[in-house]
């Protein structure tokens, strides 16, 4: 079992970065049903949604729930199991690498930070974009202000990984270069999401 999958059945995760800061992971909402801030998400999805990195599946199984064709990813086993354990459909891939229904999703969710996936997210939307339908859109939850930054880190005492960190505030440039136009932005307390639409 990696610290990852550890972490999501615990209620701490903490990602260290390479600088030394340590960052608390919010594993209780994600194991928590949705609240109002996932709703910005979660009622703009009207048809077949990817969602990438799933985590223990609240936003894959919801959807499920509501009738929404849904598939949820993640390289974590652990959280593959949590999200079918939740009735969500879920599979252990890598975004990177071949998926189901390529070019045919309606929405693609990254939620709870996974726009960090990879430590580029101008690659990531790219990516994205290409599984996605034409005039599909890809639902991305941002930090606050303009931080965009590229790091390694870890959770607990696994291996150094790439990841990105992208705020609000710097969501322009990276959207451009990834060929996606901005649908919208909106915040819920402290968690900001956007829409980019292909």
């Known amino acids: 079992m990696t610290p990852f999958d550890a972490a999501l059945l615990s209620r701490t995760c903490v990602l260290e970065l390479a600088t030394g800061e340590r960052i608390e992971l919010p ?6 049903e949705p609240g109002e801030g996932d709703e910005l ?20 199984a919801e959807l499920t729930a509501r009738g929404v064709p ?8 652990t959280a593959v199991r949590l ?12 975004v990177f690498r071949r998926l189901p229904g390529e070019g045919r999703w309606r929405h693609a969710l ?4 996974n726009i960090g996936i990879g430590g580029d997210p101008v690659a990531l939307l790219r990516r994205v974009r290409d599984l996605l339908a034409p005039g599909g859109r890809v639902l991305v939850e941002l930090e ?16 150094w990984f790439p990841w990105a960190r992208l ?4 969501l322009g440039g990276i959207a451009d270069a990834a060929a996606l136009r901005i649908g919208w932005t909106a915040a819920h307390g402290s968690r900001h999401f956007t829409e980019l639409v292909r």
């Open 144 to 159: 606050p202000g303009r931080v965009a930054s590229r790091d390694r880190v870890r959770i607990g005492d696994g291996a």
């Open 167 to 170: 705020g609000v505030g710097a």
């Open 41 to 60: 998400m979660l009622t703009r999805c009207a048809g077949p949604t990817l969602d990438i990195g799933c985590g223990p599946g609240r936003l894959t």
């Open 27 to 32: 594993t209780a909402r994600w194991r928590a």
């Open 110 to 113: 990254l939620a709870d930070g």
């Open 70 to 77: 849904s598939l949820g990813i993640d390289v974590s086993p």
């Open 83 to 94: 999200t079918r354990e939740r009735g969500g459909t879920a599979l252990r891939r890598d």
